[in-house]
């Protein structure tokens, strides 16, 4: 039995770094005899339960980490089981969170893993604001992006531009793809956010529509021609999600139906998983490595230990093992980290009253401008905006979801390339 099991103590190697300063320490660093209740008071979130998100889970817990939640949605699958060690052969098809946060207990009573089974997007921002770290072990660039938007949208700026450090709440992400990783510290407001850094994510693959349609030559043409094809006409007006699994094995049905005309060989359900939410093969042992680093990243974050990365570590296990830190620039002009304007309007104003206010208080930069909230438009100009017209009467508060601030998007033609960030706040 492991000394964890038996004591609230953080492991030796732990507890020797966190009881001595040194030079290397990070600023405010109070070295303690009683730095394990520190520990147990941070709360830090995980997002994802799958590959990275065990191993996270794992390293928060043997590191002396007391109070732990974790969110996903996704449920068990005999795929998962050979990367994923905290599943069994017997939890296939329960939930991925839930059972995560059994198995850690288990292995370190001391640690109270709290488990969330649902999408991030169903829990309110507020929600958020009670942990103290989040750290991602994500396979979605949109998953990012959200939780991104939200610990984003909890910044306050003075009159100068300078962040308010008590809104600000620290991200932990780290990335794997076959056997590169990375590991990335976010400080929203001070620290390049995820938007800032879009770049850094090539382009999805894509393919010819007229390939797909007329010449398919591979697997993946006969599953993206299922998905993209066949699943719009044949099943109109659903959306397909590729977490439901009667939907991904619609599209597996289709796609090897088509594969077997044009003898075409290779279409299996997983491969269809992977084509369809485009998995790349996980490989265990960058999942541990760099879970490892985002876990010495958070323990860092919370106690002072030592200096935070900065801000990204890349790693690559091809050839040996290489890894190599980079300090990105934050963008002073990111439309989600940066200080924003602040608007105060109506609790019962319409998206057109907002829109003529906001015209009227900018009268040089606005004339008609598009809206957009967290990534979704409110209001676009030109030829798609019969579609939004309907928005106009419509109130802000039902189209920011119910919430009284937020921040917004506006574009116009005056302002060429750039946007304006709207802190907006809905009053009386």
């Known amino acids: 039995m492991s000394r964890l099991d038996v004591d609230a103590r953080p492991p030796g190697a732990v507890d020797v770094m966190l009881k001595r300063a040194g030079r290397f320490t990070g600023p405010d660093f109070d070295p303690s005899e009683d730095i394990s209740s520190v520990l147990r008071a941070v709360r830090v979130l995980v997002v994802g339960a799958g590959g990275l998100g065990c191993e996270l889970l794992k390293g928060l817990a043997m590191s002396g980490f007391g109070n732990v939640d974790v969110i996903d949605m996704d449920t068990i699958d005999v795929s998962n089981l050979n990367r994923q060690f905290l599943f069994r052969s017997e939890d296939v098809g329960k939930s991925k969170a839930e059972t995560a946060a059994r198995r850690t207990r288990e292995r370190v009573p001391t640690c109270e893993v709290t488990a969330h089974h649902g999408r991030i997007e169903d829990k309110e ?26 610990c984003c949208g909890f910044l306050e700026y003075d009159e100068d531009g300078n962040v308010d450090p008590t809104t600000i709440k620290p991200l932990v992400d780290g990335g794997t793809e076959g056997f590169k990783g990375h590991a990335r510290v976010i400080v929203p407001g001070m620290t390049p956010c995820f938007h800032c850094t879009m770049w850094l994510f090539p382009p999805q693959t894509t393919f010819p529509l007229c390939t797909l349609a007329e010449t398919p030559r591979s697997a993946a043409h006969c599953i993206e021609y299922a998905k993209l094809i066949q699943w719009p006409a044949e099943r109109h007006g659903e959306t397909f999600d590729p977490d439901v699994v009667e939907h991904m094995t619609w599209v597996y049905k289709k796609a090897l139906k088509r594969a077997e005309t044009f003898g075409i060989e290779g279409v299996t359900y997983s491969h269809t998983q992977g084509v369809t939410k485009n998995i790349i093969p996980a490989i265990p042992s960058t999942n541990a490595i760099i879970a490892a680093a985002c876990v010495i990243e958070t323990l860092k974050i919370a106690t002072m230990c030592a200096k935070g990365m900065n801000n990204y570590i890349m790693y690559v296990g091809t050839d040996g093992v290489y890894s190599h830190t980079v300090e990105y620039e934050r963008d002073p002009m990111c439309v989600m980290c940066s200080p924003g304007i602040a608007h105060s309007v109506s609790a019962y104003a319409t998206l057109r009253d907002f829109m003529s206010s906001i015209v009227a208080a900018h009268p040089d930069s606005l004339s008609e401008p598009s809206v957009s909230y967290r990534g979704k438009n409110l209001y676009l100009r030109g030829v798609l905006e019969d579609q939004f017209v309907d928005n106009l009467t419509a109130r802000m508060v039902d189209l920011m979801g119910g919430r009284t601030e937020g921040l917004v998007v506006v574009n116009d033609k005056k302002m060429k390339k750039t946007s304006m960030r709207v802190r907006v706040s809905l009053s009386g």
């Open 125 to 150: 921002d507020g929600w958020y604001r009670q942990f103290d770290i989040i750290a991602l072990g994500l396979d979605s660039l949109e998953a990012r992006a959200y939780i991104n938007s939200v």
